[in-house]
């Protein structure tokens, strides 16, 4: 059975930090590339970033770009999104999300083309 779990959510203050952690079973990940989405109240979900099951080449979208940072740990089987410089507009659920292959999607954030998916962690941004 696969799972992915994630954790690492929180209240934070505008400014602040968080580090999710997604944890597979059942599944090798350096075998899948991973995602992350988030998904506000009332919003669509949007692919945030994703890093290849390869050489850990990644993607980002632009509204988090030089403030997020994803990588990988394949002893841990782990990926984790490193969140900096949060704002109250980061402020949503967020998923992490497994598509088989090696490289990067060629439509990295099409949700509906993963495999697997966890259940989400809350992330909120508050003063």
């Known amino acids: 059975q696969v799972q992915l779990v994630e954790s690492g959510g929180g209240l934070v203050q505008p400014g602040g930090s968080l580090r999710l952690s997604c944890v597979a079973s059942?599944?090798?990940?350096?075998?899948?590339?991973i995602a992350w989405f988030r998904q506000a109240p009332g919003k669509e979900r949007e692919g945030v970033s994703c890093i290849s099951g390869s050489d850990g080449t990644t993607y980002s979208t632009d509204s988090v770009k030089g403030r997020f940072s994803i990588s990988r740990d394949n002893a841990r089987n782990t990926v984790n999104l490193q969140m900096n410089n949060l704002a109250p507009e980061d402020t949503a659920v967020y998923y992490c999300?497994?598509?088989?292959?090696?490289?990067?999607?060629?439509?990295?954030?099409?949700?509906?083309?993963?495999?697997?998916w966890g259940q989400g962690t809350q992330v909120t941004v508050s003063s």
């Open positions: 999300a497994a598509i088989e292959g090696l490289g990067l999607p060629g439509r990295p954030f099409a949700a509906r083309e993963y495999d697997y």
């Open positions: 059942g599944i090798t990940l350096d075998d899948y590339a």
